[in-house]
């Protein structure tokens, strides 16, 4: 079935970077997108952005614009999303979906904690 | 950007209850809404998509309708099993944007 498998949880300091992968089994990867979306603790939803495995292109929400950069690794069917400039505001649980439009599954999700 | 507005933000129903929970949206999205549930500590899963598809394995007392702007999510009997946060998503346009969720709390 369907796999997507997180990296583990981080601690970061403000102003560090952070790097989550996101590892595909079960399916083609390259034939479906890979979406990253947020929570803050307590908090909705936000999408961050998505990548075609295909073809590399990337399509982000005008809020990371900037910090966020969405990449792929066909040979080994993974994902990654990386967070430049961590603030505090940062802190949240960060999932990868699958897929074209809507999407699912999703993975467990990873937590990032940005505190000095 | 699409604004999706969605409410109410939570509700409290007994075991057996029809639910309703809506979601508008800013501009025409036609029919690409899909919902979202979130059980406590866990990833979101895929109820539908398409405004009223059901995914694999999803119970049939979940029902989804409308297009444009305006959609609901029904369950037809509230089960024990339904509470946690649902979450509806447009994916009409770039940026994909969610609804703020609505929390269900079985009474």
């Known amino acids: 079935q369907v796999q997507l498998m997180q990296s583990g949880a981080e601690v970061k300091k403000p102003g560090a970077s952070v790097k989550v992968s996101c590892g595909a089994s079960?399916?083609?990867?390259?034939?479906?997108?890979m979406n990253w979306v947020r929570q803050a603790p307590g908090q909705g939803l936000e999408w961050m952005g998505r990548?075609?495995?295909?073809?590399?292109?990337?399509n982000y929400a005008q809020t990371f614009q900037g910090r966020v950069t969405l990449t792929t690794d066909v040979s080994i069917a993974t994902a990654y999303m990386e967070l430049t400039g961590l603030t505090s505001d940062d802190t949240a649980v960060y999932y990868c979906g699958r897929g074209n439009l809507s999407f699912g599954p999703w993975g467990r999700g990873t937590l990032v904690t940005v505190s000095s | 950007d699409v604004q999706m507005t969605q409410s109410p933000s939570s509700l409290s129903a007994s075991v057996g209850d029809r639910v309703t929970i809506t979601c508008r949206a800013s501009h025409d999205i036609r029919r690409d809404l899909a919902w979202y549930q979130q059980k406590p500590g866990k990833a979101p899963e895929r109820l539908m998509f398409a405004t009223s598809t059901l995914d694999g394995g999803v119970p049939s007392r979940f029902r989804g309708s409308g297009s444009g702007t305006a959609f609901t999510l029904t369950i037809s009997s509230l089960q024990p099993e339904d509470l946690g946060s649902y979450y509806c998503l447009q994916y009409n346009s770039y940026p994909y944007t969610f609804g703020q969720g609505t929390k269900l709390e079985i009474k």
């Open positions: 990548i075609d495995p295909r073809t590399g292109v990337t």
């Open positions: 079960g399916y083609t990867f390259i034939g479906f997108a």
